[in-house]
């Protein structure tokens, strides 16, 4: 596998709270993708970072990667019943190969 | 821009029979991707085309499994003799280039298999 969780993980927060989700992969990459999947629906994108950024925020969202350790995180703020989904990072295989290997995800309910 | 369109929804199968998974990518994509999806192994990928053209296939089951992309407009992912082993949810993805271009994601076809 190309990453190093193996189950699907679980993570029940109360609103407003902050949360962050981790993602650590085994061969290198130069980016990693976090999409979102609502219940019946297809992943979505919602950030990519790249190695030369080490940060990205977007909204709420903040992406880190590190190269080093191979690891990538997700972070919400002051989450919200909206961000109920599971959330899968993604690597591609780099060049000209787009296809994307997943993570196992991990599967977020925010309660009010 | 309905995005990705995928049909059916939802199949049913008895074991053995023959089963096929219909996409239409977002106009003017030129890459689409199957990819599987199964509680025990997470979303895998299957297949890819560009330009129509086959690219990497190092997904798909040796046996039983084939995918074609006729023309830009759809691309059918058939797997013959079905098992059980093959009830997933089948989703189709597309993107205007390759390389790192966001791929958009249809709802899937969730295909069960008795």
């Known amino acids: 596998s190309q990453w190093g969780e193996e189950n699907l993980q679980a993570l029940s927060i109360q609103e407003g709270e902050d949360v962050t989700m981790n993602c650590s992969y085994k061969t290198y990459t130069t980016v990693v993708h976090w999409y979102r999947q609502d219940s019946g629906r297809g992943p979505a994108l919602i950030i990519l970072i790249r190695s030369n950024e080490r940060e990205k925020r977007s909204g709420r969202l903040r992406a880190t990667l590190d190269t080093s350790s191979q690891s990538s995180s997700l972070s919400i703020t002051a989450a919200q019943c909206e961000d109920t989904a599971v959330y899968f990072c993604a690597t591609d295989s780099g060049g000209s190969n787009a296809k994307l290997t997943f993570g196992k995800g991990t599967k977020l309910s925010v309660k009010s | 821009n309905a995005g990705v369109i995928q049909t059916p929804r939802h199949k049913v199968t008895g074991k053995g029979q023959e089963a096929t998974l219909w996409c239409e990518p977002i106009s003017g994509h030129s890459a689409v991707f199957w990819y599987r999806q199964t509680i025990v192994q997470g979303l895998e990928f299957l297949t890819y085309?560009?330009?129509?053209?086959?690219?990497?296939d190092s997904g798909m089951p040796k046996e039983r499994f084939s995918a074609q992309m006729p023309n830009q407009s759809h691309s059918t992912l058939k797997i013959q003799s079905t098992q059980p082993q093959d009830s997933a949810v089948y989703l189709c993805a597309s993107s205007l280039e390759t390389g790192r271009d966001t791929q958009y994601f249809g709802p899937g076809t969730r295909l069960l298999v008795l």
């Open positions: 085309f560009r330009n129509q053209a086959p690219i990497d």
